[in-house]
């Protein structure tokens, strides 16, 4: 995950049919997610806002 990926941690996803889960857009914060997925429902489709922790990266030595 990027530096700017980190710091955006909320995401809201576009549900689709053959289970296929696409990343629409980052937010640094809930409010302004849940704002803007809010705004994506008016024109259909479904849209969750999920928290996406970042993914701890082995070290190699």
């Known amino acids: 995950m990027t530096y700017r990926n980190e710091i955006r941690p ?5 549900c ?3 289970c296929e889960n696409e ?3 980052r ?5 302004d ?6 705004i ?3 024109g259909g489709g ?5 928290f996406d922790q970042p993914q ?5 030595g």
Request: proline content about 6%; charged content about 15%; glycine content about 0%.
């Open 16 to 18: 689709v049919p053959d």
């Open 56 to 60: 701890p990266q082995s070290v190699q």
């Open 46 to 50: 479904v849209f969750l806002v999920m």
């Open 40 to 42: 994506l429902r008016q």
């Open 10 to 14: 909320w995401a809201i996803y576009r």
């Open 23 to 25: 990343c629409v857009y």
């Open 27 to 31: 937010f640094r914060t809930r409010s």
């Open 33 to 38: 997610a849940d704002a803007y997925a809010s």
